[in-house]
Structures are given as C-alpha cells and as structure tokens.
C-alpha cells in the first residue's frame, strides 16, 4: 500500500525548518544558518586573504539584530528534524512560482554541515522541479563524500564551489572538476564583463559596478553552463 505524504500548513513549516528568506537584491527567496556554524568557513576567518577573513555575514549587524538571530537559531534547530524536507519543498513551492519568482539561493549566510545537510537539499530539489536552485559552498569534501555515494545532483541544482582565497580559483579534486565555480577579485572588470580565466568561460558579476549591487535580470549563478562566476571584491 502507497502512503501518501501527510499534509503540512504553512505555520507547521515555519515551525520546524524557519521562514525562507527574501534578499531584496536577489530574485526569488534565501535560506540561511548562521555564518557561525561555518565549519571550513570558520577556519578560514582566521586566514588573512581569504575570502571568509572579512565576511559579511559575521558584522555586527548579523551578529546583534535580533529577528535575525532568532531566524538563524530556528533554521538551525530545525535542520534534522524529521520533516524538515517536507517542510523546505512546501514553502519553496508556495513561494517560488515560475515564470519570475522560480529562484531560490541556498545559504546566504552559513555552508553544509555534513553529507547528509547536502542529501536533504538534494531532496528539496528533486521535489521542486520548477525552481532553479543554487547552492554555493566551500566544504568540497561533503560535495564529493555525496558523489562517491552514488548520489546524483538534481538537474535543477547548480552546486558552485567556492573559492576560499581572493584572487584565486578553487582548488578541487578531479571528481569534482566539472561542477561550476565561483571566485573573488581585486582585478578591474573587463569592458565585456566577460573574460576567460585558465581556458574557462568566467562571468564577471556587474551587480555592484552597473546595477546597485542588484542582480537584475542576470541568473548566472544558478546556470551551471556557467562555469565561473567572478565577483569584486567590496
């Protein structure tokens, strides 16, 4: 016998997983835990010239706002319980709706905390088909402990690594070289606002120099045709 999947309201998935984010300078909706809970991100705020060394979400802001610290700390407690992807495919499909709004952005503050955080983003996806999701991350080594398990990444899923040091491209491993990338420099952009970088395809981001830090109407990061994406360092 089939068991079909009990039905949650919206207040029941706020309650386990946290409301979803809305960046005002992003399309669609955010997810994010506390920059704190970073496990390489919080080795590499120690290291001078990385990317994690001057982050933003580890201001006072984010460190004293307390709706943000209550939203953090809920998202965070919420992570395994046993409903949590029921509760993120039920919000993300009530509020990312195609044709303008099918964009979602995992972790705008905070990365994976181990194999299995990546295993239940995976299913979130596979049960959101109709929306692009985007997932950047610095812990490499979840990535591949996913892969070598026989998992596959949802089409709808543009995992991008993560530089960990600015004006350097990722350091990855031979099963991860086809995933898309991501870095930070101090080098003027072109006039194209596209160049290439080691042989690869590299988007500048041009959100801080031409649209007031705004995506606009570019979805790069969550295309994993693109295979980098260069943004300023600011």
Not at 13 to 20: C, D, N
Not at 125 to 154: D, M
Not at 178 to 184: E, K, R, Y
Not at 210 to 227: E, F, H, I, L, Y
Request: glycine share 8%; hydrophobic share 35%; with cysteine.
């Amino acid at each position: 016998m089939r068991l079909l999947p009990i039905l949650m309201t919206v207040k029941e998935a706020e309650s386990i997983a946290g409301r979803l984010g809305k960046t005002s300078k992003m399309p669609g909706r955010s997810y994010g835990i506390s920059a704190q809970k970073c496990i390489t991100g919080g080795q590499l705020r120690k290291v001078p010239g990385s990317v994690c060394s001057g982050c933003y979400a580890m201001t006072d802001w984010y460190r004293s706002w307390r709706p943000l610290l209550e939203g953090h700390a809920r998202r965070w407690h919420g992570l395994q319980h046993p409903r949590w992807i029921d509760a993120m495919a039920m919000m993300i499909t009530r509020s990312c709706r195609p044709p303008d709004d099918h964009f979602f952005r995992w972790h705008d503050s905070g990365d994976l905390q181990g194999v299995w955080h990546l295993e239940n983003i995976a299913a979130v996806c596979n049960r959101t088909p109709q929306v692009r999701h985007w997932l950047p991350t610095r812990e490499y080594g979840f990535v591949s402990q996913f892969l070598a398990s026989g998992k596959i990444i949802p089409g709808n899923l543009a995992i991008r690594l993560s530089a960990m040091m600015i004006d350097s491209e990722p350091v990855i491993s031979e099963d991860l070289s086809f995933l898309p990338t991501s870095t930070v420099s101090t080098v003027p952009y072109s006039s194209s606002g596209v160049r290439i970088v080691e042989g690869k395809g590299s988007v500048e981001c041009q959100a801080v120099a031409k649209r007031d830090n705004q995506c606009g109407d570019c979805r790069a990061c969550w295309d994993p045709r693109v295979t980098n994406v260069t943004y300023p360092q600011h």
